[in-house]
């Protein structure tokens, strides 16, 4: 009797100018790589996309439409980037930006999920770029090289070959994993125990194994590029406070004498100020995030190797690291929101300076997000932590 069909979902996520490239993987690429996954491993791939698969609807925001309808249960997500980063939405810098965190968090959690993003190379496109849409791309190019693998390609018709030969080998990995998981065990009884022993013994010595002290020294030295990239970060809303009070007393002044010069001039000076701390904290804050989510991981596999690399006195040692860790970003973000919020309450002037502004609020949420997430992550390995202890 012939097995059951098997389907396998990609969920292809991309701002709007790769809808090209979306519209040939769907109608090109996947009904190929289906006609060779049925004979192979009788299986195909569905794809799910939003503008194939999500129902207009109105009463929240467009992402948060996407993903409820798209959900969480597909089993590949395959993103896509160019010159455009995409529009933002209510948490994230994009829509695609959110939907690979989705997927990402989705395999931190211990979901089987594969992941698979693919960049086109500055210039290909054939299009206009603007320099920052562009910039944006290429931040969250590294903050995410650290994760994983992604694939660089020229043309269309190179990504289209890349998704072909990746995603078969992808769904054939996943349906061979299926089929195997109710095989017999190298130790069953119809095998030669001492031969399937020296075996499991040669597999477990070629294997490699963490070094738990290792990872300690490496969450010192992440904590340390952690606590200096957010001295830097702090360093310079003190400078630009320090700054922007004394301009503020200067156009003060200039409005009570109705000097239009000298307070045109203030109202430079400030767009100035906000200008350089956006320039600094751009520069530092991808680095900090990525460096936050390595010390996340870190944290938790020392909390998973505590039993084997620290005394029982050792325990409330790494319990207070890791609280005082939280407290400390819980300080800089509650020290961050009154500078925001100041910087909100300043009234609309100069068209530099009203740019100026909305960068600097800018900057300030993406800040936020930055501690907020790390925080709330933080808790969890603590609670990990306090589970695991009592």
């Known amino acids: 009797m012939p097995s059951e069909l098997k389907e396998l979902t990609v969920f292809i996520s991309s701002p709007s100018d790769k809808s090209r ?71 994230y810098r994009s829509g695609t930006e959110e939907e690979f965190q989705r997927a990402f968090n989705r395999k931190q959690k211990g979901s089987n999920v ?62 061979t994993k299926t089929s195997t998981k109710n095989e017999p065990s190298i130790l069953s009884e119809d095998k030669n125990p001492k031969m399937t022993l020296l075996e499991a013994l040669n597999e477990i010595e070629q294997s490699e194994e963490t070094d738990s002290f290792n990872v300690v020294e490496d969450f010192e030295d992440k904590t340390t590029k952690m606590i200096d990239k957010l001295g830097i970060i702090t360093s310079a809303v003190e400078l630009m406070s320090l700054r922007m009070e004394n301009e ?50 870190l ?21 207070t690291s890791l609280g005082e860790l939280v407290d400390t970003c819980f300080g800089v973000e509650a020290s961050f929101a009154e500078v925001l919020q100041s910087a909100k309450n300043f009234p609309r002037t100069t068209s530099k300076a009203n740019k100026s502004k909305r960068k600097l609020i800018l900057v300030f949420q993406e800040i936020s997000k930055i501690l907020t997430s790390y925080t709330l992550e933080m808790d969890e390995v603590l609670n990990k932590l306090d589970k695991k202890f009592g």
């Open 299 to 319: 944290s938790s596999e020392i909390v998973e190797d505590l039993p084997i690399v620290s005394s029982p006195e050792e325990i409330e040692s790494v319990r």
């Open 114 to 175: 594969e992941i698979m993003f693919y960049f086109q190379k500055p210039g290909f496109s054939g299009e206009e770029i603007e320099a920052s849409e562009l910039q944006k791309v290429q931040d969250f190019k590294k903050r995410i090289s650290p994760l994983g693998v992604y694939k660089d390609y020229e043309q269309p018709d190179d990504l289209h070959s890349f998704v072909e030969e990746h995603l078969s080998t992808i769904a054939i990995e996943i349906c």
């Open 21 to 91: 490239e979306r519209k040939a993987l769907i109608e090109d690429v996947i009904p190929k790589i289906n006609k060779s996954l049925r004979k192979t491993v009788n299986a195909t791939i569905r794809h799910i996309a939003w503008e194939t698969d999500v129902v207009p609807r109105f009463g929240q925001a467009p992402q948060d439409t996407i993903n409820e309808q798209v959900g969480t249960e597909y089993d590949i997500f395959l993103g896509i980037m160019g010159a455009r980063f995409g529009t933002p939405t209510r948490e």
């Open 248 to 297: 503020t007393d200067q156009i003060t002044k200039a409005a009570e004498k109705s000097d239009i010069k000298a307070g045109r001039q203030s109202l430079d000076n400030v767009s100035t100020i906000w200008e350089e701390f956006v320039s600094v904290s751009s520069r530092n804050l991808s680095d900090l995030e990525i460096l936050m989510s390595e010390q996340i991981t």
